[in-house]
């Protein structure tokens, strides 16, 4: 997993955060938790969260990330969760917490949207 941030501590605006590869075991869990809580210790306006990269989701890493979006709404802090590819836009969108904070999901590659539409066919 990797997370790659942009902070304007100066200013108090939006951090974007981008995260790739898979979110399943405990040392991806414990980072997303140590970068989130940090993130979030900065007192943003808003938080920015792209799970472009991101191949899948185990359910610890899903439970980090709700615990992130709560702990920004007792915190005052905007919190979205944007550009998540299907698989993982439809776990998160099944979740009454993180729903409330999912933005459009990532389109497929053109690759995968090819060899997606020839399965269907």
Avoid: C
Wanted: aromatic share 4%; proline share 4%; charged share 20%.
């Amino acid at each position: 997993m990797q997370i790659v941030s942009v902070i304007d501590r100066a200013a108090r605006q939006w951090i974007r955060v981008s995260l790739s590869g898979e979110i399943e075991t405990a040392t991806s869990t414990a980072i997303l938790r140590s970068g989130l809580g940090a993130l979030l210790r900065s007192r943003p306006k808003g938080i920015s969260v792209n799970l472009g990269g991101v191949d899948s989701f185990g359910d610890s890493g899903l439970q980090e990330l709700r615990r992130a979006v709560l702990q920004a709404a007792d915190d005052g802090i905007w919190f979205e969760i944007v550009n998540a590819p299907l698989p993982v836009h439809r776990r998160l969108s099944m979740d009454p917490v993180l729903a409330t904070v999912l933005e459009a999901y990532a389109w497929r590659r053109p690759g995968e949207r090819a060899q997606l539409a020839s399965v269907r066919g």
